[in-house]
């Protein structure tokens, strides 16, 4: 039995004490009132089919549902005026932005060399997200270091990334923004890159040094790269600024896959967490019904 028919079935057996399938696993397709534990961040488009095509109404069916933050990877490429929508939007509804991407690189060294012209690319990317987060009133970005140099040594890559981050954060924490790093899988994604591991981010953040450089914990990725992920989030807390969401195998959301999220998001909780979830994943079905699906996967996760 999967964990997913599991928790139908242990549900099923609520209604008697009073406990409706409704109320557990989040089954309507409106819930006011409803709050999450965590705050995790749907993205645009994983509920179109109930809310539209339109940005602001999909806001407001995630809002309607619980989620009371954002996520979009792509709000730099966004036209000015419609970021200032959203942004707007957001403070309305009562929401929070989640992170975007600064700057990445999946194809070529970066962040790893000790070149002006490829430095100063990604300061130009980094001024850019300082102002997208204004208007969106962002706290955080993600910054993908790029690709590893197969002509030099490790260690020298990882001195330059540390140099290349200190030159970011000088611009960063002028208004406070937050580059998170966020380490990959190499094994089935990304086969190229420099950052891969939890432990190698956290020495990276530990000798930049600044309150602007911290973790993006992408829990997807780190289980297929090293797993050990309750253990890593506590030997990496104090530099971990956020996290994202995603079951493997498949990258859908909790529950179809192999990851126990209720004991994950149960953790994480537990330590105080304030900070955004991202939800960076596919829904495992198509229309109406796998976006419930997915709204069902966190209620019962959340529900610890």
Same mark, same amino acid.
């Given at each position: 039995m999967n964990r997913r028919n599991f928790i139908a079935t242990g549900a099923a057996s609520l209604v008697t004490a009073g406990v409706t399938t409704d109320t557990l696993a989040g089954s309507n397709a409106s819930a006011p009132g409803r709050t999450f534990k965590l705050k995790y961040a749907p993205h645009f488009g994983m509920f179109k089919e109930h809310a539209g095509v339109d940005l602001i109404d999909q806001l407001k069916f995630m809002r309607d549902q619980g989620f009371t933050a954002l996520e979009d990877n792509g709000m730099p490429d966004r036209p000015v005026a419609e970021q200032e929508k959203i942004g707007k939007a957001l403070a309305d509804l009562g929401m929070e932005m989640g992170v975007f991407v600064a700057t990445k690189d999946f194809s070529n060294p970066s962040f790893v060399l000790d070149k002006p012209d490829v430095r100063d690319s990604f300061l130009k990317d980094?001024? $850019?997200?300082?102002?997208?987060? &204004?208007?969106?009133?962002? %706290?955080?970005?993600?910054?993908?270091? +790029?690709?590893?140099?197969?002509?030099?040594?490790?260690?020298?890559?990882?001195?330059?990334?540390?140099?290349?981050?200190?030159r970011c954060a000088e611009i960063c924490e002028k208004t406070g923004l937050v580059m998170v790093m966020e380490p990959l899988n190499n094994r089935r994604d990304h086969p190229k890159l420099f950052?891969?591991?939890?432990?190698?981010?956290?020495?990276?953040?530990?000798?930049?040094?600044?309150?602007?450089?911290?973790i993006l914990y992408d829990m997807y990725h780190q289980q297929i790269t090293e797993g050990n992920i309750i253990p890593n989030i506590d030997l990496a807390w104090s530099e971990t600024a956020y996290f994202q969401?995603?079951?493997?195998?498949?990258?859908?959301?909790?529950?179809?896959?192999?990851? $126990?999220?209720?004991?994950?998001? &149960?953790?994480?909780?537990? %330590?105080?967490?304030?900070?955004?979830? +991202?939800?960076?994943?596919?829904?495992?079905?198509?229309?109406?019904?796998?976006?419930?699906a997915v709204i069902d996967a966190y209620v019962a996760s959340d529900s610890f």
């Amino acid at each position: 039995m999967n964990r997913r028919n599991f928790i139908a079935t242990g549900a099923a057996s609520l209604v008697t004490a009073g406990v409706t399938t409704d109320t557990l696993a989040g089954s309507n397709a409106s819930a006011p009132g409803r709050t999450f534990k965590l705050k995790y961040a749907p993205h645009f488009g994983m509920f179109k089919e109930h809310a539209g095509v339109d940005l602001i109404d999909q806001l407001k069916f995630m809002r309607d549902q619980g989620f009371t933050a954002l996520e979009d990877n792509g709000m730099p490429d966004r036209p000015v005026a419609e970021q200032e929508k959203i942004g707007k939007a957001l403070a309305d509804l009562g929401m929070e932005m989640g992170v975007f991407v600064a700057t990445k690189d999946f194809s070529n060294p970066s962040f790893v060399l000790d070149k002006p012209d490829v430095r100063d690319s990604f300061l130009k990317d980094v001024r $850019n997200a300082v102002e997208v987060s &204004k208007r969106v009133n962002a %706290k955080w970005c993600t910054v993908v270091p +790029g690709c590893h140099d197969e002509r030099l040594d490790w260690d020298y890559q990882t001195a330059n990334v540390i140099d290349n981050f200190r030159r970011c954060a000088e611009i960063c924490e002028k208004t406070g923004l937050v580059m998170v790093m966020e380490p990959l899988n190499n094994r089935r994604d990304h086969p190229k890159l420099f950052l891969t591991r939890i432990a190698q981010a956290y020495a990276i953040c530990r000798g930049v040094n600044s309150p602007s450089v911290k973790i993006l914990y992408d829990m997807y990725h780190q289980q297929i790269t090293e797993g050990n992920i309750i253990p890593n989030i506590d030997l990496a807390w104090s530099e971990t600024a956020y996290f994202q969401v995603g079951d493997n195998p498949g990258r859908k959301e909790p529950t179809t896959g192999e990851m $126990n999220y209720l004991n994950i998001f &149960k953790h994480i909780h537990s %330590k105080g967490f304030k900070g955004i979830v +991202g939800m960076e994943h596919g829904n495992s079905k198509r229309g109406r019904e796998g976006e419930q699906a997915v709204i069902d996967a966190y209620v019962a996760s959340d529900s610890f």
